[in-house]
């Protein structure tokens, strides 16, 4: 069965660097491209970036261009998200997801917390 | 980019009753919406894609309907476990990705 597992979140100032990852299983990791979508506390669902299945095209949304970067290593199955320069309001749970192909989201993780605090 | 709004922002529904959610997209996406579930404290699940298409696994109480700028989930009789959150999302205009803020199913 498909497995995402984030892994990376804490506690960081703003104006410091987190880098998440997503351990993915039960699939053909690199046939697929990957999502990170966001929720901030008690708000909705925001997408953040996306990566291609070959990692060759990436988008993110104006809210996190310039900081945020997604990556993938299709020998480990894993998608990962460097986060710099953060913010207040980047506050949120990350969740990783698996894309049918750049539509919907069929399969997320349980998400990994990230606080952004003096 | 694409802005979805979702209506009501809270429904108030007694066990076995119907409960029905809009979605508006500011411009057509077609038949390209997704409609997902979110309990407190877990990760969204896919519902609904295509506008009309459950997702595997997912009961039959669950439907959708429309198609350009106007959709609607219907949950034909609550289940305790359908109270949660619902969320539409479009892949018409990409990116990006966009949600709508969510209805929130509550017992009423």
């Known amino acids: 069965q498909v497995q995402l597992v984030e892994s990376g979140g804490g506690v960081v100032q703003p104006g410091g660097s987190l880098r998440l990852s997503c351990a993915a299983s039960g699939f053909t990791f690199s046939h697929y491209g990957m999502h990170w979508v966001r929720q901030a506390p008690g708000k909705g669902l925001e997408w953040v970036a996306f990566i291609r299945s070959d990692g060759s095209v990436k988008f993110y949304p104006d809210s996190v261009k310039g900081r945020f970067t997604i990556s993938r290593d299709n020998s480990e199955d894993t998608v990962h998200l460097q986060m710099n320069s953060l913010r207040a309001e980047d506050t949120a749970v990350y969740y990783c997801?698996?894309?049918?192909?750049?539509?919907?989201?069929?399969?997320w993780g349980r998400g990994t917390r990230v606080t952004v605090s003096s | 980019e694409i802005v979805m709004t979702q209506s009501p922002a809270t429904l108030s529904v007694s066990p076995g009753e119907r409960a029905t959610l809009s979605c508006r997209a500011s411009?057509?996406?077609?038949?390209?919406l997704a409609w997902y579930q979110q309990k407190p404290g877990q990760a969204p699940r896919l519902l609904i894609y295509g506008a009309s298409t459950r997702a595997t696994g997912i009961p039959a109480r669950f439907s959708g309907s429309g198609s350009g700028t106007e959709f609607t989930l219907t949950i034909s009789s609550l289940q305790s476990e359908d109270f949660a959150v619902y969320y539409c999302q479009q892949y018409n205009n990409w990116p990006p990705w966009t949600f709508g803020q969510g209805t929130k199913v509550e017992i009423k």
């Open positions: 411009q057509s996406v077609v038949s390209n």
């Open positions: 997801a698996k894309d049918v192909p750049v539509a919907y989201f069929d399969y």
